[in-house]
């Protein structure tokens, strides 16, 4: 960058804390981050618009890892991977957004990794529940989107969420930097440790839009029985997963005078 720019964005003043991506050994671009929370944009980068999700922050010095090689963890930002990173958790790369490219994922599937477990950050509960419903259906698709990518290329796709943290009552943003914070990484580790497959994380999440429902029409009742079919078929190449969901669908479901009702097992 030159100097202009530099003085003109404030790195070095502002911006205090650069943090170079690398691709195959090689410095790619460098993102810049406020140390003051006030100060607002968080992250400046050097990048071109769309260029950096080309890239799964982290992923270079992976190869040391021998002993868990195969699994990776995804999550949001970089500095909750180097906060990771740096208290022994191997594998652990950012998207450095919201998404990750299939060219990124294809990297990692020819450095010996087979599985992938997605860790957003949690983020603060909405003033409306409808509000927090719209965030939810964003969220279950911003995951299922970064399913498809991990599906797409051939590697396992799983789902990890971080504990819920309150305050006054209310849920707050919670990232793995702000987790580790005030717990340890052996905590996090047993967060990622339970991730459940993609498969049955947005079985879950299909049956829980339903869930407050007390009862429900036909429409929605074909609704429901069209989306879980979907996902069997989404799931078809592993048996574990499409067993579970069909077993756990017809075990749990009971229709009774046109609604919906759902067994304590569920």
């Not at 021998?66 to 930002?77: D, F, S």
């Not at 990750?100 to 603060?124: C, H, P, Q, Y």
Request: proline residues 3%; negative net charge; contains cysteine.
């Amino acid at each position: 960058l030159w100097n202009d720019s530099i003085d003109r964005m404030g790195i070095g003043t502002k911006y205090m804390l650069s943090i170079p991506f690398r691709s195959n050994g090689k410095i790619v671009g460098y993102n810049f981050r406020t140390i003051d929370h006030n100060l607002s944009p968080k992250y400046i980068n050097s990048f071109k618009p769309g260029e950096k999700g080309k890239y799964l922050f982290g992923i270079t010095p992976l190869s040391v890892h021998k002993a868990t090689y195969k699994n990776l963890t995804i999550v949001e930002g970089e500095i909750d991977s180097l906060h990771a990173s740096i208290l022994g958790l191997p594998n652990i790369v950012a998207m450095g957004g919201k998404t990750a490219s299939i060219k990124a994922l294809k990297e990692a599937k020819t450095k010996g990794f087979e599985n992938v477990t997605i860790l957003l950050d949690t983020e603060a509960q909405k003033a409306t529940i409808q509000e927090e419903a719209e965030a939810q259906k964003e969220r279950v698709k911003q995951i299922k989107g970064l399913l498809d990518i991990i599906k797409s290329v051939g590697l396992c796709g799983y789902v990890a969420e971080l504990p819920t943290e309150e305050r006054n009552g209310a849920r707050i943003k919670t990232d793995v930097d702000s987790f580790l914070l005030t717990h340890s990484i052996n905590e996090l580790k047993e967060v990622i440790d339970k991730a459940s497959s993609g498969a049955k994380y947005l079985y879950f999440q299909t049956m829980a839009k339903y869930e407050a429902e007390e009862s429900l029409n036909d429409k929605a009742i074909k609704q429901l029985k069209d989306e879980v079919i979907d996902l069997i078929l989404w799931a078809e190449n592993s048996p574990e997963d499409t067993n579970f969901i069909k077993s756990t669908f017809a075990d749990s479901l009971s229709l009774s005078n046109g609604g919906l009702l759902l067994t304590e097992r569920d």
